[in-house]
């Protein structure tokens, strides 16, 4: 890990630095990881031994935090290449790293109010031709430990970061302990699970000695995601944790994963997230069936253009010089054109008889599936149009204060084209109308599902006096549904502002029981 521009600087930071506790303090940063420095004195009064005595006194100690974060804009077209908008959080994922002598990956973490513990070997994760020496190896033995897939998200960022320092002649240490510590809600559509590939990626990097770029640990952590986890994710969930920015919406163009800049949301106005209380798993059917129609629908539209495809293994590639690749070039004006054959529903076998395939490399068609294809074609096409829009007005706000109706009307489009496609929830859509109803009148502007869709969170543009108003709102729905409901209102710093910590035996010993 190399060091990089001081934490706020206005230039964007390339790497995760390795900062030491004494200038932690100085820059005011040590707030950020005060959660996890308070998880750290509270397991040295757990009941469990093993747990009391997880790190040992006499070694360093490697903290890492990564955000969650709230997808304002963007969305599911992240995987057709649009341009995203995404906020990171006030809550985060921390890790807490130790080296150790035995060549074991030790692994604790508190979920749903109680600790869960796993343990591999390190050798069996890097052995040439072993059954967990690859992600494809890892992925099976992990489907066959459902109770245990937690852990794969961390275990395949260790094999990443075994195999790379072994590629680069960098000596990594035998074993590692690793303890888990999240404010980030699981499956409510806050990125829980990038949060956690980006610490443990960032402080297995740092114990490992890689120099490795913040972008290149998020598409580290988004291909463990996709080929360890099993979850076809894009890239805008781990770029956002790993090189967010606070108060700040992160202007990434997913081709593959670009970093146009920092957008500053005016003075007077806020983003805030309502939980609807449905679990949201971007692993779901739902989701990877939206995928793959619209990677169906990019397929027929060249096939339309005409452009060159050829079958490559069980993939298509198409030789696509006028979109790069990426559905959400097409414009809304070539997809009245291109698109107007596109089917409303296609089976997987109908489709594959006729094309072969597409071009994503991490979903499959399924044959007996059905797909809708117009509707998730459609919806990367419109988005990205919303997206360079709402930027746009954004950036007006503060001189044209109408621009916010406009904003939160595209918002309130980005909705329902999300429940179009089939990604909507009862719970999302009675937020959404909830908002809706008092309107620019109350300071709430617009309102729309996030991330992956079908439940998770709702993000909201009001103006910075409407905390009360949302948080009302998120009451009147869980007095409405029974459901839990918070609500975010907060931004945090991503990985790359706030860099690793490195604690030495002497600093943990003046850590206060």
Not at 117 to 128: A, G, M, N, Q
Not at 235 to 259: E, K, V
């Amino acid at each position: 890990m190399a060091c990089c521009p001081p934490p706020h600087s206005s230039r964007a930071p390339t790497t995760i630095p390795l900062r030491r506790l004494s200038d932690v303090r100085a820059a005011g940063d040590l707030v950020w990881f005060g959660g996890a420095l308070d998880r750290l004195r509270a397991i040295r009064q757990e009941a469990d031994p093993p747990l009391r005595g997880f790190f040992s006194a006499n070694a360093s100690l490697y903290l890492a935090r990564a955000p969650g974060r709230l997808d304002v804009m963007g969305g599911i077209a992240d995987y057709s290449g649009a341009l995203v908008l995404e906020l990171p959080l006030e809550c985060s994922t921390a890790a807490l790293l130790q080296r150790q002598a035995e060549p074991f990956c030790q692994v604790a973490t508190r979920r749903a109010g109680r600790w869960h513990y796993f343990s591999v070997e390190l050798p069996r994760l890097v052995e040439p031709g072993g059954a967990l020496g690859t992600p494809a190896g890892l992925a099976a033995w992990f489907v066959e430990r459902d109770a245990d897939r937690w852990a794969s998200y961390v275990v395949g960022m260790v094999q990443y970061c075994l195999q790379r320092a072994a590629r680069e002649g960098a000596k990594g240490p035998a074993g590692f302990r690793l303890l888990i510590d999240s404010t980030v809600p699981e499956g409510r559509g806050v990125a829980s699970s990038a949060a956690l590939e980006v610490a443990a990626g960032a402080a297995l990097a740092a114990a490992c000695g890689i120099e490795m770029s913040a972008t290149e640990l998020a598409a580290a952590c988004q291909a463990v995601e996709n080929h360890v986890v099993g979850a076809p994710c894009g890239i805008m969930d781990q770029m956002t944790s790993a090189c967010g920015r606070r108060d700040r919406l992160l202007r990434l163009r997913c081709q593959p994963g670009t970093i146009e800049g920092y957008v500053e949301i005016p003075a007077g106005y806020r983003v805030y997230g309502i939980d609807s209380g449905i679990s949201h798993a971007v692993s779901g059917a739902d989701y990877e069936t939206v995928r793959t129609a619209a990677f169906m629908g990019y397929r027929l539209i060249a096939a339309a253009a005409a452009l060159p495809a050829t079958r490559d293994g069980a993939r298509v590639r198409i030789d696509d010089s006028r979109w790069g690749g990426y559905l959400a070039n097409v414009t809304p004006a070539e997809f009245a054109v291109l698109g107007g054959g596109l089917p409303e529903e296609m089976s997987g076998a109908e489709f594959l008889r006729r094309y072969e395939g597409i071009t994503d490399p991490v979903t499959t068609i399924h044959p007996e599936h059905r797909y809708p294809v117009r509707r998730a074609t459609e919806h990367p096409v419109g988005e990205q149009a919303r997206v360079e829009r709402f930027a746009k007005l954004l950036g007006v706000l503060l001189d044209q204060p109408q621009a916010a109706v406009e904003a939160g009307g595209l918002m309130y489009q980005s909705h329902r084209s999300y429940g179009a496609c089939g990604l909507g929830s009862d719970g999302t859509d009675r937020l959404v109308d909830l908002v809706t109803a008092v309107g620019p009148s109350g300071g709430l502007f617009g309102a729309k599902i996030t991330g992956g869709g079908s439940g998770g969170t709702v993000a909201v543009l009001g103006t910075s006096g409407a905390e009360a108003v949302v948080r009302d709102l998120a009451a009147r729905y869980r007095a409405e549904s029974g459901r839990p409901s918070g609500v975010f209102t907060d931004s945090g710093p991503g990985a790359v502002e706030t860099g690793v910590l490195l604690l030495t035996p002497e600093e943990l010993a003046d850590q206060p029981s």
